[in-house]
């Protein structure tokens, strides 16, 4: 049976949970416009976005999503003033401080992508013990990708290539697709299925640039402090629309 949803733009629709998205990723984008249309500072903006963040994790959980991966700071974002990088980097301290508890009660494994070095000593410290204590979840996996980016991280993964096939671990004829993509940060997480970015912008900024090759895109102008359940049930059922061919052609054609 499916779940029946109130939207206005798809009231013909129910959602299907037997085709739901296995893995979801977000480019959480527009907090700063979101905070200065109000005459607020951006900070504060980060500050409902982290609201925003909470809220999708839930609902995913909910809905039995397997993964879900969130752009929670690009290698780009360092250039930002030092007063916004920071704030940043507190509050996402202090939300694994508060929320790891509430990660390992609902069956949530954290993992990061990202160049963790980059990272304050603070920040590695929490991340660590999040990591640490949500490892052996199995009911879904959540990846944040902090200090990521997609070509950098790709760039890692042909060093470590070349460095095996250079020592003789590795034969070259063995590199294929699947080997580059285990030696990515997302290892052996599935490719995203359904890639959603609010704020209105419709680019990839450096996400996940090997890994969503067949992903679904999903664009709205909604700014990230505003998307809530409704907006990501909104984009599951846009998704559940889709035909997914990989290349090859409709059985029917
Ligand atoms: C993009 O909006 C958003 C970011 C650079 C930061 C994302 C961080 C959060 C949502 C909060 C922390 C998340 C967690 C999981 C605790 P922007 O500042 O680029 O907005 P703009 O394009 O309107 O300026």
Redesign the pocket.
Known sequence: MGLSLPLEDFPTLVLDPARLPRHVAIV???????A?RRGLS?LE???R??D???TVIEVARELGIPYLT?????NE?WQ?PIA?VSF?MA??RR??MTETKRLCKRGIKLIILGDQAKLPHAVRMVLDEATRLTAANTDMTLA?ALSYGGRQEIVQAVKSIARAAASGELDPEQINEALIASRLHTGHLPDPDLLIRT?G?LRLSNFLLYQLAYTELYFTET??PDFGEREFLRAVVAYQTRERRFGAVRSSD
């Open positions: 959480m984008d527009g907090n700063g416009r979101w200065t951006r903006g980060h500050r976005g982290k925003s963040a909470r969130l752009f929670a700071f690009s974002n930002r916004e940043l509050l996402l939300y694994l944040l704020s912008e700014l990230w």
